[in-house]
Structures are given as structure tokens and as C-alpha cells.
């Protein structure tokens, strides 16, 4: 089994910024791409973004530039820097990650979400 655990979330005033860290363990082969997804009141669960295990990434169109994405790979962690939030930046924000584990199955794995919260 694999557990994704992340930190890093709370209040806000608009304008500010938060990091969100996301570290993986258990019986882990290979972490292949990872991720952030958000989903606030109401809405569905969307991509925020992605990273490969390459270091590929990619963005929501709603945060480039305000937010950036990386991994430690030797750690298992990756993390969003999130600078410039808006009050629509609001929502749980999900880790997730594509692990290869040590009987060779491949599986998306999930956190437990932490909240963000943006006030105006």
C-alpha cells in the first residue's frame, strides 16, 4: 500500500501565498507522474497541475504563472507553490500520484485533501 500525506494548507488574505507539500510512502517502486487537483463547493474536481517523473509539467490555464509545481524525487514529495491567490483559488486541494509499487502493479493513489481557503 502507498499513503500520499499533505500539509500546507490554511487561510489567506488575497494577494498572498501558501505551499503545499505532499510526501508519498509505503512499497514504492517508482512514482511516476504527480500531481495537485482542487475542488471547491459545488464543483467538480479539476486539474490544478501535473508534473512527470521527468519533471514535465503542466497548468491549469486559471494559475499559470501564480502557481508552480515540483518533486523531490529522492523525498517522494512534491509541491505547489501557490503566490498571487485569488478568493477563487478557495477549494480542497488533492494530492495524487501514478506509483509503480513493489509487486509492479501500477496504481493512482490519492491524499486526503487540505483546505485552502482565500479571503478577500
Known amino acids: 500500500q502507498v499513503q500520499l500525506v499533505e500539509s500546507g494548507g490554511g487561510l489567506v488574505q488575497a494577494g498572498g501565498s501558501l505551499r503545499l507539500s505532499c510526501a508519498a510512502s509505503?512499497?514504492?517502486?517508482?512514482?511516476?507522474?504527480m500531481g495537485w487537483y482542487r475542488q471547491a463547493p459545488g464543483k467538480q474536481r479539476e486539474l490544478v497541475a501535473g508534473?512527470?517523473?521527468?519533471?514535465?509539467?503542466n497548468y491549469a490555464d486559471s494559475v499559470k504563472g501564480r502557481f508552480t509545481i515540483s518533486r523531490d524525487n529522492a523525498k517522494n514529495t512534491v509541491y505547489l507553490q501557490m503566490n498571487s491567490l485569488k478568493p477563487e483559488d478557495t477549494a480542497v486541494y488533492y494530492c495524487?500520484?501514478?506509483?509503480?509499487?513493489?509487486?509492479?502493479?501500477?496504481?493512482?493513489?490519492w491524499g486526503q485533501g487540505t483546505q485552502v481557503t482565500v479571503s478577500s
Open positions: 509505503g512499497n514504492i517502486f517508482r512514482i511516476n507522474a
Open positions: 508534473i512527470t517523473s521527468g519533471g514535465s509539467t
Open positions: 495524487h500520484a501514478e506509483v509503480t509499487t513493489t509487486n509492479l502493479r501500477t496504481t493512482i493513489y
